[in-house]
């Protein structure tokens, strides 16, 4: 094999993406913030945006989707399915897209951009990227407390609120919009959540404990690991059907194993963690080479700073009151408002559908590419240098 041949190879391609996964890692410990920011920033300096050495190929693409849907698998252990359907929950999710929507569309108005445009701008600014804040979340070990189910399961629903969002926008701006469609797309996302819920918990977890105790469990003590894998992967792609995010699919198997009590069987958690730790740092790496700094103009760059202030306020206020008014004090109201505001990939992939169907134009693409990259960027720095300060340390020490 020739050595452009090789460089072109699958395993070449994954060999460099982990060794910028490994360079994250050493720049986030000289700079002294998480892993995320570290990969992330390393992923900006590889991609389009500085050395041009990786691109967002449709590889880099898969293996990246591939990261987050371990990664939320892996998180979904840690919940319990009363968690997600928490009418608590769900108000700090509707006021967290619903407030950041109408911030969004008066940003783009501001800036002189058409409605359509402003529409999509709007639904870009009602996403949340669960996979950021609950890795951060675990890395300091802060899993377990009623903060972080307050965020992951107020993001879970915010998710499917995002679905309507974007289902809405793409309605009105193609002059097809009806009450019944939006409501079929409701109920698609919420009949998945409960029903895949229950299947998983009622039906799935009890199964995949009697396998374990089967003579093929005994003989393959993996067998049961594959399994669940491959429940996972399903969840993944039944929720990509409906609308969903891949990822929320992937939570909602993990959520439903979180009972699941093995003894002969290798342990579902450990061998997920495993995979999870070489494809979503891949994930993270991603949302850097996702953006190309050269497709921001001088007035793309001031549209780009006022809508990334506008979307952390929006969602810090629209997720930090109603979590006050449910009872939760000043610096919990305030740890969901910021751990709700990561648009990650979510909102990335609203702008691409926008740019791609025409509606958005490459400034408002890059713009709100940028705001996600500020707002995935912002919130480990302030959980790690604000409120975690002293456990993050901690963790630093014993780790």
Not at 96 to 116: E, H, K, S
Not at 179 to 188: D, R
Not at 221 to 250: K, N, R, T, W
Not at 347 to 372: E, K, P, R, W
Request: some cysteine; glycine content about 10%; charged content about 15%.
């Amino acid at each position: 094999m020739n050595p452009e041949s090789a460089i072109l190879t699958i395993e070449f391609q994954m060999s460099l993406l982990l060794f910028v996964a490994l360079a994250g890692y050493l720049l986030a410990s000289r700079i002294n913030q998480s892993a995320v920011i570290g990969e992330i920033l390393v992923g900006l300096l590889v991609g389009p945006s500085i050395l041009g050495l990786i691109t967002y190929t449709d590889f880099v693409s898969s293996i990246a989707h591939l990261g987050a849907v371990i990664l939320l698998f892996v998180i979904g252990f840690e919940f319990n399915i009363r968690d997600i359907f928490n009418v608590k929950y769900s108000i700090i999710a509707a006021f967290g897209v619903i407030i950041p929507w109408f911030g969004g569309y008066g940003v783009a108005l501001l800036f002189n951009f058409d409605m359509q445009s402003a529409f999509f701008v709007g639904t870009a600014l009602t996403a949340t990227s669960i996979a950021i804040t609950a890795n951060i979340l675990k890395e300091i070990n802060q899993l377990h407390t009623d903060t972080a189910k307050a965020i992951i399961g107020a993001a879970v629903i915010d998710d499917v609120l995002s679905l309507l969002a974007l289902a809405i926008t793409e309605d009105v701006v193609s002059g097809s919009f009806t009450v019944g469609g939006v409501l079929l797309v409701f109920i698609k996302a919420i009949g998945f959540m409960v029903i895949f819920g229950l299947l998983g918990v009622l039906i799935i977890s009890k199964g995949l404990m009697k396998l374990d105790g089967s003579k093929i469990a005994e003989k393959f003590p993996e067998f049961v690991f594959i399994a669940a894998m491959m429940i996972a992967f399903f969840y993944a792609m039944v929720a990509d059907l409906v609308g969903l995010s891949g990822i929320v699919g992937a939570f909602l198997a993990g959520v439903s194993m979180e009972k699941v009590g093995l003894k002969r069987s290798k342990d579902l958690k450990e061998g997920a963690e495993y995979l999870q730790i070489i494809f979503a740092s891949i994930f993270f790496v991603s949302l850097g080479i996702l953006v190309d700094i050269h497709a921001l103009t001088k007035e793309g760059i001031v549209f780009m700073l006022v809508l990334t202030i506008v979307a952390v306020l929006t969602k810090v206020i629209g997720c930090a009151i109603p979590s006050r008014l449910i009872g939760m004090n000043n610096r919990n109201s305030l740890i969901v408002g910021f751990g709700m505001s990561p648009r990650g990939e979510v909102a990335m992939i609203v702008a691409l559908i926008g740019l791609t169907g025409g509606i958005i134009g490459q400034d408002i693409y890059a713009g709100i590419v940028f705001m996600s990259l500020l707002t995935t960027i912002g919130t480990p720095i302030i959980y790690r240098n604000w409120f975690y300060k002293e456990k993050s340390d901690i963790s630093e020490k014993t780790g």
